[in-house]
């Protein structure tokens, strides 16, 4: 169905919302059906449109949005469904902040819950087909969830998690959803060009672009609001460097406490004490090495690992702009 140039995604038959609903709230905004029974009309005004759009729209990632590929991949269906998300050990974490859809940091996943009002029929008719730019945020927030969603066992998750109302079938999901997962990212909002996206990553790219959007000067999300928790998770990589330093130290006393003319290398034969000492000053040398080896690696690894995938989304970029042009 065409309603004002703009295309309905789904038949009425297949809502997941068939039930008579008097009123919607979206943000302190009351829309209610153009054939409601109550004697006052809400027609799609203005201001429901501005509600839904801050409800659904991520102007901060729009404003990275050239650079998003420094971070993740330009591909709008890398996203895990969530049984895949439960093998990576990751929680489901409800998230009603629209930019933190399909964000991840360490073991959780933040989604927000579809909202009721888009699986109702008259919903789109009135407002979402209003609007372009509506129906673009509005198709790629559901094609999100048709990939967080694409087995039986994926459903009955979003249901316990409470993503999903418990009414809702496999087959009506099928139904409803699928015109959704075979939109192209021309036919959705800039944002579902890419998938999920790794928070700490999201956060150096924040601290690099300064969005204007931006509400915080130190990161994309505030994840911890306490010291105790700030600490905790900073102990251990202090521990690692504590330890190592140590190590460092504890060989290098070693070295300093031979002293060369105890060092004979020609022969370790000549006697016991002497081939101890070249075994202790031979030993300290190896484990100076290899610490200082494994420090480059630490600090080198994570280096080597990033300009190879900036030189991957690069090259994929190119790519993806290359086809853009032909087409």
């Not at 609007?131 to 559901?142: H, N, T």
Request: aromatic share 12%; proline share 5%; hydrophobic share 45%.
């Amino acid at each position: 169905m065409v309603t004002n140039g703009l295309l309905l995604l789904f038949e009425k038959q297949y809502a997941l919302c068939k039930d008579p609903v008097n009123q919607f709230s979206i943000l302190g905004t009351i829309w209610r059906p153009s054939n409601a029974s109550s004697t006052a009309q809400y027609p799609a005004t203005k201001a429901t449109m501005i509600s839904l759009k801050q409800e659904l729209g991520t102007p901060m990632l729009d404003e990275m949005y050239e650079h998003l590929w420094l971070v993740t991949q330009r591909e709008g269906d890398n996203v895990d469904p969530l049984h895949r998300q439960l093998i990576k050990s990751r929680k489901l974490v409800i998230a009603e902040n629209i930019r933190l859809h399909m964000v991840w940091h360490r073991d959780r996943i933040f989604l927000k819950p579809p909202p009721i009002y888009l699986f109702h029929h008259g919903f789109w008719e009135d407002v979402v087909l209003a609007d372009p730019e509506l129906q673009a945020l509005v198709a790629g927030f559901l094609r999100s969830w048709s990939y967080l969603v694409r087995f039986p066992s994926d459903l009955r998750l979003a249901k316990e998690h409470g993503f999903l109302d418990s009414h809702i079938t496999w087959d009506a999901w099928c139904n409803f959803i699928a015109p959704f997962r075979a939109l192209k990212d021309s036919e959705v909002s800039r944002r579902y060009h890419f998938g999920q996206i790794r928070l700490l990553r999201l956060t150096l790219l924040y601290l690099l672009l300064r969005p204007p959007s931006g509400s915080s000067r130190w990161a994309y999300e505030t994840l911890f609001w306490s010291i105790q928790s700030t600490l905790k998770l900073s102990l251990t990589p202090f521990l690692f460097i504590f330890a190592t330093l140590s190590l460092i130290l504890s060989a290098m006393q070693v070295l300093v406490s031979i002293s060369p003319e105890d060092v004979d290398l020609a022969g370790f034969t000549s006697s016991g004490a002497v081939t101890l000492h070249n075994a202790c000053w031979i030993f300290s040398i190896i484990v100076l090495l290899l610490s200082i080896i494994i420090c480059l690696l630490f600090l080198l690894g994570p280096v080597a690992a990033l300009t190879w995938q900036i030189l991957w989304g690069y090259r994929r970029m190119r790519a993806v702009r290359s086809q853009e042009t032909k087409a």
